[in-house]
């Protein structure tokens, strides 16, 4: 089945270690997202890839970066994790195009716990 | 700008109940609107959506239906079940312009069915 697929599910880091976050898809979809999740709220954009076109959201701090290096592939980092950035990480595919229809599909997101 | 509010949770049912979940939404433009289900520890996925005026979206028992009259989006499930126990948000996306659209999420509603 197609699908938006994230690597690893669960990621421990120590404080202040940089870790990368992965994420694939099967949906071949132009645009791909990168949201912070925290407990008991709802997703918050970080920035997405238009193909290869990079748009960064105006508050998201410049400790997170991304990578597209292919249509398949898109990576999280982040270089210098503190306490309050862990959270659930959730990528998100759409198709992109300027259609009402267009959707966002979701994977299941990688969970991050800073020590 | 955008916004979505959707009602307050937590909401709490018996097994074979009637579901409400209230949601309505401020926009600049032409939305597209979505239905979002978040089981524990899981991705968001898709549960139903709705792209014009009077449009119903439907899946796995549940409906919403777009009224622009009343800028709302309300989810109903005439019966529900204790697998339907789960977190749900609102979304629209701003068709308004651009190639790429942006989710606004509510605040998410938690909804626990008891047996």
């Known amino acids: 089945d197609a699908m938006v697929i994230q690597n690893p599910r669960y990621q421990v880091t120590q404080f202040g270690k940089p870790v990368t976050l992965s994420c694939s898809q099967t949906l071949n979809h132009n645009v791909m997202y990168w949201y912070q999740q925290k407990s008991s709220q709802a997703p918050k954009l970080l920035f997405h890839y238009y193909d290869k076109d990079f748009n960064n959201e105006a508050d998201t701090p410049d400790n997170f970066q991304s990578r597209r290096p292919n249509t398949s592939f898109c990576f999280l980092d982040i270089r210098s994790p503190g306490l309050g950035d862990a959270a659930m990480y959730l990528c998100?595919?759409?198709?992109?195009?300027?259609?009402?229809?267009?959707?966002?599909?979701f994977g299941p997101g990688t969970r991050l716990t800073v020590l | 700008g955008n916004s979505v509010t959707q009602m307050e949770g937590p909401v709490t049912l018996s097994e074979e109940a009637f579901l409400t979940i209230n949601c309505t939404y401020t926009?600049?433009?032409?939305?597209?609107l979505f239905w979002y289900v978040q089981y524990p520890g899981e991705g968001l996925q898709l549960l139903l959506k709705a792209t014009k005026a009077d449009d119903k979206g439907s899946n796995k028992g549940f409906e919403a239906t777009y009224r622009k009259e009343t800028t709302s989006f309300h989810l109903e499930k005439g019966s529900v079940q204790v697998s339907d126990s789960a977190v749900y948000f609102c979304a629209l996306s701003d068709n308004s312009g651009g190639s790429n659209y942006k989710l606004t999420f509510g605040k998410g509603t938690l909804l626990t069915v008891n047996p």
């Open positions: 998100a595919t759409s198709r992109g195009g300027g259609v009402p229809t267009d959707t966002q599909y």
């Open positions: 926009a600049t433009g032409y939305p597209s």
